[in-house]
């Protein structure tokens, strides 16, 4: 099914993208180390077993979320979030998607029918948390 999917998106793989569009922004990549990149090659990031593994080393039990495609990459990647059993928080400015229409549905989703298992709430609100912590 990737290879059909490939097809379809030919455009958007890392043999016809720009060398730079898969690398992180200056802003971000000063963080680099300490932080990890964890490149991914499906929607979720827990597919291949390698993140659960780094989180758990690190004793990680939260994780805050921003990313493209609310409806496909993060969707599948939150879930598999909850379903490792992380507290979960959406930046909700911090997210996108192709799809106006389905990023506004998974907003609601998140927010109506998992509002137990994942938060959502506004960058500037995360950071000012994590700076009074």
């Known amino acids: ?9 030919v455009q958007v793989t890392r043999g016809e993208l720009p060398e730079g ?10 963080f680099v180390p300490p932080a990890l990149v964890h ?15 780094v989180l ?11 990313g493209s495609e609310t409806d ?15 507290r979960v928080i959406l930046a909700r400015d911090g997210l996108c998607s192709s799809s106006d229409q389905t990023h506004d549905a ?5 927010e109506r029918r998992f509002d137990i298992q994942i938060e959502l709430a506004e960058a500037a609100d995360i950071l000012d948390a994590w700076r009074r912590a």
Do not use: N, Q
């Open 1 to 9: 099914m990737w290879r059909a999917y490939y097809r379809k998106w």
């Open 21 to 30: 569009m898969l690398e992180l922004m200056p802003e971000l990549r000063r």
């Open 39 to 53: 490149d991914k090659r499906v929607y979720s990031a827990f597919a291949d077993g390698t993140l659960v593994e």
């Open 56 to 66: 758990r080393a690190a004793r990680t039990d939260t994780l805050i979320f921003t």
């Open 72 to 86: 496909v990459c993060v969707l599948s990647t939150v879930l598999a979030a909850v379903d490792h059993g992380y």
């Open 106 to 110: 998974l907003l609601d989703l998140y």
